[in-house]
Every structure is written in structure tokens, then in C-alpha cells.
């Protein structure tokens, strides 16, 4: 059967499945799979960016892929960590003392982009020129909408994909020019807001419709089977954009700590939290969200101060596996994905699954 969208047609790929993944392997392996991929550099370093993206390429030849920035609105524009640091509260910085005591977390050796960074709009600058500036097929903007690097990706040839949240984002992103929507609802891993996917999906394609616009949406959030990808079709989206499906991929390279928590975990196993970046992040439950939702707590900071705050002992937890604390952002659709597995092999289960669906529809 084929699934093949128009969008499928216009950015030529095979199937309607998209996925953003920190990875660089899992880029390459959806890409190969016949998905559409989206690298997300939110967490890189600026200069890394150039050969990372380079790299891939290269072995993609002429395969389509993305990249995923984030633009967030800060409480501050610190020049640089120790800026950023001199301004957490005492009663901050006394909490994660406490923490790193209570579960005997080691100092970080390695160098790692939450320890060693602070969000500023310098450093966006720096992301935003170097993915212009690479060969990359498209760019994804998430959590803010800067229509000047819209414009310029679009002057440069690069297809624009907007993540939205709200139907009340929709109209800035169709007057920003806007080539795809990424309809992502509240059961997403990673920042979300707080509309499901099934409400969202057609909210948005309702008010695309509504504006006279022809732009393709495409449904984000708790997607793990091929059931919801017939419903998402169904609803008129386009396509599927997974994130969390290929944190159990041998591509990914998931610790192993992390990984078992992940394949154990249920849909109500993930929690929405500030605790990881300042903004609302749906994450996988562990003693780090319970900790900082605990009576007596303090709140987290906003962005970027909650990881000047928190950045080593992070990048500690994570280079140690601290059991309790090790944790990932994941969606609801974490409920899916129960074994170590390949990106191949999970395209393959979702799209024979949808395949199932749509044939049970037509048989009923
Ligand atoms: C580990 C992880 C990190 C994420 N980071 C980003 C990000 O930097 N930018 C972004 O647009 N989306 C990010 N997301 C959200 C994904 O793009 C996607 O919308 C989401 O994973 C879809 O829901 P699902 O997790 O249920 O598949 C992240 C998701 C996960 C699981």
C-alpha cells in the first residue's frame, strides 16, 4: 500500500514519517529508511555545527534532511555562564548542593553542553548562522518563531517547518511563510504546551483552512503506532513527527541506565516539568522531576538560569548513569517502544501497522 502524501511527493521521501533525533546516526538510518529526518542542534555548540551537519550529508548524498533550533524567550541575556551563575538565588544553589549529597553524585570529567554553556541570543546567532550557512534541505524552529531567520532560510532555498503548540501560533507562521507545520500537542516529549495531539492536529488544520493557506500539517506527540498514524492521516495531516520512538534505537546509543528506564516506562510514566530547562518539558519520571515537585522545593528558574543552575550536576548524572536521577525528555508515546530495536525495524512496525488500520477501516 502506498502512504505516500503530497509532502511525501514535494520533499521526495517515500513515507510520510518524520523524526527528530539528537543523533546523527538516527538521521541516517531514517533517511535511509525512507523517513524524513530532522537533526535536532539545539544542544550543539556552535562551532560543531558546521562539520556535524557536513558529515551527514555526506553520507545522505542527496537524501533530504532537516535541522531543529530552538528560540526560546530568556529571563536574561548573560554573556556567559559564570554571568549567568552569579545571579542564582542562595536558596538555588543550597537545593542542589543538597541533591548532589543525598545521591552521591561524582563531578562531571567530560565536557558537556549543559555544564559548559548558557543559552544566550548570541549563541542562537552563532547555531542559526552555521545551519544557514550548511548544505542542510530544511530548517525546523521550535519554541519561538523568529521570522528573520525564517526569511533567510527561505532566501537560501531551505524548506521551513514551524513546531507549534497552540492554533494561536499558526497565523504568525503562515504570515512568517511557513512551508510545513508541525502540529505538536501536549503528549510530546520535550517542550510542550498544554493542548493533546488529537485536539491540536485538527485545531490547526482548521485554522490553516480558515486563512486560505495550503500548508501541509503534520501531527506530533505520543505517536507510537501504526493506529495513530491512520488516525493522524485520517485528520488530514500529512505526516507523523516522532521523537521519543528512537531513543530505543541501537542507532541512538542510549545509555544504558537511560535505556532501561525507557523501555520500562508507561505512558503515565512521563511528567511535564520545569525542572529540566525552565520551560514546560514533558520528561521521563525519575527522582530529579519528583524532587523538585517535592514540598518545599524551590520552583525552578526560568530559562536560561535553571541550567546555569543545574548544568553540571546534569551532565554528572548523565555521565555517571546516577540511577534514580538519569532521565530524558519522552512522550506519552514511550509506551510503545518496550525493546532495544532498529530505526528500520520501527518504520517497518508503523508502517505495516498503519497498513493493518487503514484495511480494517475499509473492511468495517
Ligand atoms: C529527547 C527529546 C528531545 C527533544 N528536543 C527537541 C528540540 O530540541 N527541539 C524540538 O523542536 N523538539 C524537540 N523534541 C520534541 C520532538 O521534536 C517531537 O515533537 C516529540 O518528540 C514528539 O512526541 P513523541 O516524543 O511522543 O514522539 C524533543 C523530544 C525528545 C524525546
Known amino acids: 500500500m502506498n502512504l505516500r502524501t503530497p509532502l511525501c511527493e514535494r520533499l521526495g521521501i517515500e513515507h510520510p514519517i518524520f523524526g527528530f533525533s539528537h543523533s546523527a546516526e538516527v538521521t541516517v538510518a531514517l533517511a535511509e529508511s525512507g523517513g524524513y529526518p530532522v537533526f535536532g542542534a539545539a544542544r550543539e555548540a556552535p562551532e560543531r555545527i558546521a562539520g556535524e551537519l557536513a558529515a551527514i550529508r555526506g553520507r545522505l548524498g542527496k537524501r533530504p534532511f532537516g535541522v531543529d533550533l530552538m528560540y526560546p524567550k530568556?529571563?536574561?541575556?548573560?554573556?556567559?555562564?559564570?554571568?549567568?551563575?552569579?545571579?542564582?538565588?542562595?536558596?538555588?544553589?543550597?537545593?542542589?548542593?543538597?541533591?548532589?549529597?543525598?545521591?552521591?553524585?561524582?563531578?562531571?570529567?567530560?565536557?558537556?553542553?549543559?555544564?559548559?554553556r548558557v543559552r544566550n541570543r548570541a549563541f542562537f546567532r552563532a547555531q542559526t548562522e552555521a545551519v544557514l550557512a550548511s548544505e542542510v534541505d530544511a530548517v525546523v524552529t521550535a519554541v519561538g518563531l523568529p521570522r528573520e531567520v525564517i526569511a533567510e532560510a527561505k532566501a537560501r532555498g531551505k524548506t521551513t517547518f514551524a513546531m507549534v503548540g497552540s492554533v494561536r501560533h499558526v497565523a504568525a507562521a503562515l504570515e512568517a511563510g511557513i512551508d510545513v507545520l508541525v502540529a505538536q500537542g501536549y503528549d510530546a516529549g520535550g517542550h510542550t504546551g498544554p493542548v493533546g495531539t488529537f485536539t491540536l492536529v485538527p485545531e490547526v488544520l482548521d485554522a490553516v483552512q480558515q486563512a486560505g493557506a495550503e500548508v501541509p500539517v503534520l501531527a506530533a506527540g505520543g505517536v507510537g503506532s501504526g493506529r495513530q498514524i491512520a488516525a493522524a492521516l485520517a485528520m488530514g495531516a500529512q505526516g507523523v513527527w516522532l521523537g521519543t520512538a528512537w531513543l530505543a534505537t541501537r542507532e541512538y546509543g542510549t545509555p544504558p541506565v537511560l535505556?532501561?528506564?525507557?523501555?520500562?516506562?508507561?505512558?503515565?510514566?512521563?511528567?511535564?516539568?520545569?525542572?529540566?530547562?525552565?520551560?514546560?518539558?514533558?520528561?521521563?519520571?525519575?527522582?530529579?522531576?519528583?524532587?523538585?515537585?517535592?514540598?518545599?522545593?524551590?520552583?525552578?528558574?526560568?530559562?536560561?538560569?535553571?541550567?546555569?543552575?543545574?548544568?553540571?550536576?546534569?551532565?554528572?548524572?548523565?555521565?555517571?548513569?546516577?540511577?534514580?536521577?538519569?532521565?530524558?525528555?519522552?512522550?506519552?508515546?514511550?509506551?510503545?517502544?518496550?525493546?532495544?530495536?532498529?530505526?528500520?525495524?520501527?518504520?517497518?512496525?508503523?508502517?505495516?501497522?498503519?497498513?493493518?488500520?487503514?484495511?480494517?477501516l475499509r473492511a468495517a
Open 74 to 116: 530568556l529571563a536574561g541575556d548573560e554573556p556567559d555562564r559564570a554571568a549567568a551563575r552569579a545571579k542564582l538565588p542562595p536558596e538555588h544553589i543550597a537545593f542542589v548542593e543538597r541533591l548532589k549529597r543525598k545521591y552521591a553524585v561524582p563531578a562531571p570529567t567530560k565536557p558537556n553542553f549543559f555544564a559548559d
Open 259 to 360: 535505556l532501561r528506564k525507557l523501555l520500562a516506562a508507561r505512558s503515565e510514566d512521563t511528567v511535564i516539568s520545569r525542572a529540566h530547562s525552565g520551560k514546560p518539558c514533558r520528561v521521563l519520571r525519575s527522582r530529579w522531576s519528583d524532587e523538585w515537585s517535592a514540598p518545599g522545593a524551590p520552583e525552578p528558574l526560568p530559562m536560561p538560569y535553571q541550567h546555569a543552575l543545574t548544568g553540571e550536576l546534569l551532565a554528572a548524572i548523565e555521565e555517571h548513569q546516577v540511577e534514580p536521577l538519569v532521565y530524558e525528555a519522552a512522550g506519552q508515546s514511550v509506551a510503545w517502544f518496550n525493546e532495544l530495536t532498529t530505526v528500520r525495524a520501527v518504520v517497518a512496525r508503523l508502517l505495516a501497522e498503519t497498513e493493518l488500520a487503514l484495511a480494517r
